[in-house]
């Protein structure tokens, strides 16, 4: 006669000490980031639980931090994470992110560079390569819509002019600020960032649009051209 299979995995664990019990005895607050992410995976693999596959994920990958920005095939090369997990982690980033950023709707009256910051740092904290985007007025400072403008390298984001104020000019803005982030961390802007500024200022005259600010964002603080007072004397 054959004993019955054994379970394995989180299933053969007391019931106190299964992630997603503990979670709704604790709430979330009380468990790991391996914990909370192995209910997300829901299973692990041969011979591993979900909350081993899911401290082999955060040690691959560099912690939450280094989690937050990877592509879809850099979490699949992790053992025991497949297409459809890989989606769940994807989207779950993605939400918490969106949660933690102030909502820019339509017809919000942006007031200043900590509106932007607030908004756009759970966005950008985390992406490793520039991105630049173009945030569209109207007359009264009011939120048109925002666009990305350009996604670079690690360290070039190539921007043109003409693809920024035929946007603005569809839209009918009367004003535009822009905002991109540093991967490196330090919002100093570079001379590039000041000469395409200029750039982007010359072009708005031209076109009766005005540049209000650039904004530049890095690990926890940004540096705002408005807030320096160089948008009337950049080079």
């Known amino acids: 006669m054959h004993p019955f299979p054994q379970k394995s995995g989180i299933q053969s664990w007391p019931l106190h000490e299964r992630p997603r019990e503990l979670l709704l005895q604790k709430g979330p607050h009380g468990l790991s980031d391996a914990q909370l992410l192995a209910i997300l995976l829901r299973m692990g693999k041969r011979r591993a639980s979900a909350v081993e596959v899911a401290m082999e994920v955060l040690t691959r990958l560099d912690g939450l931090r280094g989690l937050a920005n990877r592509s879809r095939e850099e979490l699949c090369a992790v053992p025991g994470i497949g297409p459809a997990k890989a989606a769940q982690i994807l989207a779950a980033l993605e939400l918490g992110k969106r949660a933690l950023a102030t909502p820019l709707t339509a017809g919000l009256h942006v007031r200043g560079s900590q509106d932007i910051f607030q908004h756009y740092y759970p966005i950008l904290r985390d992406v490793r390569h520039e991105l630049f985007k173009a945030v569209l007025l109207d007359a009264k400072h009011r ?21 920024v104020f035929n946007l603005a000019v569809r839209e009918s803005a009367a004003a535009v600020l822009f905002v991109h982030n540093h991967p490196s961390g330090d919002p100093q802007p570079s001379e590039e960032d000041h000469a395409l500024t200029r750039r982007l200022i010359d072009a708005g005259e031209i076109l009766g649009i005005r540049v209000l600010d650039h904004i530049v964002i890095g690990d926890g603080r940004y540096v705002s051209f408005a807030d320096e007072g160089w948008m009337n004397g950049l080079p």
Request: charged share 25%; hydrophobic share 40%.
């Open 143 to 163: 939120l048109i819509r925002d666009v990305t403008v350009s996604e670079g390298s690690l360290t070039v984001s190539i921007v043109h002019p003409r693809e």
